[in-house]
Nanobody
Framework: VQLVESGGGLVQPGGSLRLSCSAS????????MSWYRQAPGKERELVAG????????PYADSVKGRFTISRDNAKMTVFLQMNSLKPEDTAVYYC?????????WGKGTLVTVSS
């Protein structure tokens, strides 16, 4: 099983990034996919999730209206479109796959929002 995040990097405030998480080794379409993030010195928090048919779990209040989660079951990939980025969005972003019995994590991708 692998979850591989990509798309992180350094961006100026107000900019955009699109994160991708490519999955392999499990039946992707059966899993709820989520993005979490962990800022320095803080606990990991849920950013957004999406179920197998594209329905979303609530977004974190801090990202509502700015971030959009989506998935492509055929490509076994989940995305996080991040717009209007703020310095407080700086964190390591992790991909998560969850079923009734299993949970998988990626290793994370760093997003730094700074001028």
């Amino acid at each position: 099983v692998q979850l591989v995040e990509s798309g992180g990097g350094l961006v100026q405030p107000g900019g955009s990034l699109r994160l991708s998480c490519s999955a392999s080794g499990f039946t992707f379409s059966n899993y709820v996919m989520s993005w979490y993030r962990q800022a320095p010195g803080k606990e990991r928090e849920l950013v957004a999730g999406i179920n197998s048919v594209g329905g979303n779990t609530p977004y974190a209040d801090s990202v509502k209206g700015r971030f959009t989660i989506s998935r492509d079951n055929a490509k076994m990939t989940v995305f996080l479109q991040m717009n209007s980025l703020k310095p407080e969005d700086t964190a390591v972003y992790y991909c998560n796959a969850r079923s009734y019995v299993m949970v998988y994590w990626g290793k994370g991708t760093l997003v730094t929002v700074s001028s």
